[in-house]
């Protein structure tokens, strides 16, 4: 990311999810992916495009608990950002954000 002459805010783009999973704003947060972004998740399953995220986010939106989603540290790293928030369960979590050249994770 340092130095990659790109015009978009990394930290800013994740502070977007961030809100937009703590808001439930499930069409703010599918925005905010590249067409064939993906989703690693703690489980080994890969979700990837809107279709895979759409099987992903809206359970674990509708299901978060009230503390879901507070921010703990952002911590931008040399090729990603590493976010760590309490996930939809109120579980403390760290997570990584790539980036597209467009600014899409």
Known sequence: MSGSGTDF???GIVIDWLDA????????LLSL??????????SGELFVGQAGLLCYWPAKL??????????DEVHPEPECVRLDYR???GSAV???FWFDAEGSI
């Open 9 to 11: 805010d990394p930290i």
């Open 87 to 89: 996930d939809y369960n």
């Open 33 to 42: 992916y590249a067409d064939q972004g993906t989703l690693d998740c703690c």
């Open 62 to 71: 509708r299901g978060a608990i009230e503390a879901a989603f507070e921010l």
């Open 21 to 28: 999973c703590r808001e439930r704003r499930l069409e703010d």
């Open 94 to 96: 760290s997570t990584k």
